[in-house]
């Protein structure tokens, strides 16, 4: 599971971000907070897969928010 404090470090951009990447890749109706419930692994993943999906003209944004996420994500 994702720990609370990654989600609460990413900015309001970064959140809908996130929120977008895995609604789509779920098919699912999420709330942001109900994303501290996905698997760490399915999470990597989704920012894996998305990176390569995302607008070139946002990817940048999205390169960093995946860099400010990894480090903590390999702290949990």
Known sequence: MIHSDLLNSLNDDEKVIVLACIQHATKKDYKYEDLQYIRK????????????????????????????????????
């Open 41 to 76: 692994l399915f999470f990597k993943q989704v920012l894996e897969k998305y990176y390569k999906i995302v607008k070139p003209n946002q990817k940048k944004q999205y390169k960093q928010m995946v860099d400010k996420i990894n480090p903590l994500l390999k702290s949990l």
